[in-house]
């Protein structure tokens, strides 16, 4: 029993980081627009994390994209500018959103 309540709290541990990072998304509306698995009106996190894995320097790309906005990429509607989200949480988010599978 003790074993059994170990792992358990072991899996909690480990999904913590991605669940405080969706809690994040949340927080600064990003989830508004888009949504892990599909699209709404963006792109879905797992298309973005599946079109920048190879690309050296995504994370920093879209941490500015996030920030700053962006249009072009993924169709006619752009994304605009997040000014409430500072630079440390859009790298956490775009660290989040690259590690979608």
Known sequence: MK???????ASFVCAAPALADLALATSK???SCHA?????????FKDIAAKYK??????DMLATKIMKG???VWGPVPMPANNQVSEADAKKL?????SAK
């Not at 074993?3 to 709290?9: E, F, G, H, M, Q």
């Not at 775009?94 to 690259?98: M, Y």
């Open 29 to 31: 509306n990003c989830m």
């Open 70 to 72: 962006g249009a072009g």
């Open 94 to 98: 775009a660290a989040w959103v690259l």
């Open 3 to 9: 074993k059994a309540l170990s792992l358990v709290a």
């Open 36 to 44: 892990v698995d599909r699209k709404v009106l963006g792109p879905s």
């Open 54 to 59: 190879d690309t050296k320097g995504a994370a």
